[in-house]
């Protein structure tokens, strides 16, 4: 597994299910770290990953994507649903007003993210984000491409 070999750890919210449960199980299986932050009433509805290195358990949402933010270097999204979208641009916006300078990626499989590429650069054309604004997100279809333009991200400040 890509991020177990490199000594990444994996920092994400703590569930055993969907695609993140998934990537969590093959970067453990690879004797990588695994960080789940997961709020109380998720974890009291046993959707918590009981096999991780470390899990962290707070009292709200607001506080577990706030941590996951303050712990990690970079933020990646996988193809998912609202939760994918809402954590996505909460971090995206956090970046945009300056809280934090990170690497924000889209892991494109299959070019699952071009609908919303295409909304973003349809916002940009209608004048309610500025051009600079959409180098803020890095695309790839494969994990290491990703990783490659991950690494290469620089945040410019004073984008306006």
């Known amino acids: 597994m890509f991020l177990a070999r490199r ?3 994996l920092i994400y919210g703590g569930g055993k299910a969907g695609l993140m449960g998934e990537v969590a199980e093959a970067v453990l299986g690879h004797q990588g770290h695994v960080v789940g932050i997961i709020p109380q009433f998720l ?3 046993e959707v918590a990953h009981d096999r991780l290195s470390e899990l ?3 009292d709200t949402m607001h506080t577990r994507k706030a941590k996951m933010n303050e712990a990690a270097d970079g933020f ?3 193809p998912g649903g609202y939760g994918t979208y809402e954590e996505l641009f909460e971090v995206l916006s956090w ?3 300056g809280l934090h300078q990170k690497p924000i990626g889209l892991l494109n499989v299959d070019g699952f993210f071009d609908p919303l590429l295409d909304l973003l650069r349809h916002t940009v054309q209608q004048g309610f984000a500025a051009p600079q604004d959409l180098e803020l997100i890095v695309s790839a279809g494969d ?3 990703l990783y ?3 690494s290469m991200f620089r945040h410019r400040r004073g984008q306006r």
């Open 7 to 9: 000594g990444i750890t």
């Open 43 to 45: 974890k009291d509805r």
């Open 56 to 58: 962290v358990v707070v």
């Open 76 to 78: 990646i999204a996988l």
């Open 95 to 97: 970046s945009r007003v």
């Open 143 to 145: 994990v290491p491409t």
């Open 148 to 150: 490659e333009r991950m």
